[in-house]
C-alpha cells in the first residue's frame, strides 16, 4: 500500500479523468500511471513529467493569488471600517 497526499483539486482532477481512461476508480488509474511512468526514460527531463511540475506550480500560484486577493479585499475592509 502505498499512501500520497493531494490537493482536493488535484483529485477532483484525477477522478474526473478516470472514466475518460478506463480506470474503474482512482487507484487504479494511479497505479496504471506509476507502473506506465516506470517504464519511461530519465522521469526528471521527460517533457510530460517537466509539464506536471509547471502545471502543479501554476495552480500553487493560482491558489496564492486567490489568498493574496482575499487578505487585500479584508485589508480593505478593516480599512474602510476605521474611516
Do not use: W
Not at 494511479?30 to 511540475?53: I, Y
Not at 479584508?74 to 474611516?83: D, F, G, L, P
Request: glycine content about 2%; charged content about 30%; some cysteine.
Amino acid at each position: 500500500m502505498v499512501s500520497i497526499r493531494i490537493s482536493d483539486e488535484d483529485y477532483r482532477e484525477i477522478k474526473s479523468h478516470c472514466g475518460e481512461r478506463g480506470a474503474a476508480n482512482v487507484s487504479e488509474f494511479v497505479r496504471a500511471a506509476t507502473m506506465h511512468a516506470l517504464d519511461l526514460p530519465e522521469m526528471s527531463s521527460f517533457p510530460a513529467f517537466l509539464s506536471l511540475q509547471v502545471s502543479s506550480l501554476e495552480r500553487r500560484l493560482d491558489r496564492l493569488d486567490e489568498q493574496v486577493s482575499r487578505l487585500a479585499d479584508r485589508m480593505n475592509i478593516a480599512s474602510q471600517q476605521r474611516e
